[in-house]
């Protein structure tokens, strides 16, 4: 096997590096704390293309392969996730699941500028309304319903935990249009955040991709054109499992970004930090700690490869996408409160960013599918 990068992928983890660390890294600490939308970011980040990575240079994407997504992904979640999050729902949710399941007419009205990132100027990216009150991993439980009226439905409803609620253009929504089919019910509809009977909620106080804007969203007889369906009577659920396993090697790449970002910060602050007459670096329980650390992410980049390969060589990636997001998670999170530990009481402060990044950590076990999910996803696979 080859476990080398193109240069071509080479050249896109090195235009990620140099962007976040110039564009991002100034003021993480005080958007984190204000909870402030990194807005200027993102745009930067849709002239780089990277908003629209993988979506076919037919409309207007830069037509990259998930590997390249992957290795961006982990770049910038090494220092600002509340960016690398809006970027992992507008490529692996929005853009992949209109470009592989919409009609032309959906492709050239909200893909194009959907992956350029932008329209007239402005910020211009997607959400995802899965998630309601009481239908959270069991996403079969749907409350909103979309009444069929012949031209149209009529939505109603509540979605919320809804990363780019309140910043996106254009919502993805799932909802029920006949409750006695359960899964089979559901449908998924394009909707225009500006469309009458769209209301966004109070934006979510939360640990941590504080900066990530996160809000409930409601529907009052929203009138959604026919048109706006994707997909056949009865394909909501199917394209939501179906778009939320690319979603899982987005956020297993940003839980991967995470991880190796708190290694790269303790590599650095065992060299200078000294205790009992010589650097921390010296002392056999650090050396141990960072080799674990060291091993863990290697594997979990491995996995989150392995899935991109799956997905770029038209392979099965469910399993490998549950498997990379359940294991890179859980490194993020061990790995984080690792490097809170080796900085002491330095860790617990803002400015060494650590105790950030352990905060960050624990949504990758939470969202687009949960550690207990992946896991029954996985054993449901290797039990059949």
């Known amino acids: 096997m080859d476990f080398s990068y193109s240069e071509e992928q080479l050249t896109i983890r090195q235009a990620a590096r140099d962007f976040v660390r110039q564009e991002c890294l100034p003021g993480v600490i005080e958007r984190d704390e204000q909870q402030k939308l990194p807005r200027e970011q993102l745009l930067k980040l849709a002239e780089l293309g990277f908003l629209g990575m993988m979506v076919t240079p037919e409309y207007g994407g830069a037509g990259m392969d998930t590997v390249s997504y992957v290795l961006a992904m982990e770049e910038i979640s090494k220092i600002d996730s509340s960016v690398s999050v809006a970027m992992s729902v507008n490529n692996s949710l929005v853009c992949w699941g209109l470009e592989a399941y919409g009609s032309v007419l959906q492709k050239e009205k909200w893909l194009r500028p959907l992956a350029a990132g932008q329209k007239n100027g402005d910020l211009y990216i997607g959400a995802f309304l899965l998630s309601e009150p009481e239908a959270g991993s069991d996403a079969t439980s749907q409350k909103t319903t979309a009444i069929n009226k012949g031209d149209h439905y009529v939505l109603n409803g509540m979605k919320n935990w809804i990363t780019n609620g309140n910043s996106a253009s254009v919502y993805l929504v799932m909802a029920h249009t006949d409750p006695t089919?359960?899964?089979?019910?559901?449908?998924?509809?394009?909707?225009?955040?500006?469309?009458?009977?769209?209301?966004?909620?109070?934006?979510?106080?939360?640990?941590?991709?504080?900066?990530?804007?996160?809000?409930?969203?409601?529907?009052n007889e929203v009138k959604v054109p026919r048109e706006n369906r994707i997909g056949e009577d009865g394909f909501g659920f199917s394209f939501a499992m179906k778009t939320l396993s690319g979603g899982r090697i987005g956020i297993a790449s940003q839980a991967l970004g995470i991880a190796s970002g708190a290694y790269e910060l303790c590599l650095k602050y065992v060299k200078e930090r000294k205790a009992f007459g010589t650097e921390i670096k010296n002392h056999q329980i650090i050396q141990f700690k960072l080799a674990d650390m060291a091993t863990r992410i290697e594997a979990a980049r491995l996995l989150c490869l392995k899935a991109a390969l799956d997905k770029d060589n038209g392979r099965d990636y469910a399993i490998s996408s549950s498997m990379a997001k359940v294991f890179a998670s859980e490194t993020a999170m061990w790995t984080t409160t690792e490097a809170v530990q080796i900085h002491g009481g330095y860790g617990y402060v803002k400015e060494y960013h650590v105790e950030r990044l352990m905060r960050d950590a624990k949504i990758t076990q939470i969202y687009e599918g949960t550690s207990e999910v992946q896991r029954i996803v996985i054993s449901r696979s290797i039990l059949k």
């Open 181 to 219: 089919k359960g899964s089979r019910g559901i449908n998924a509809f394009i909707v225009e955040k500006n469309s009458t009977g769209v209301s966004v909620g109070t934006k979510e106080n939360k640990l941590g991709i504080r900066g990530s804007d996160t809000h409930s969203v409601s529907f």
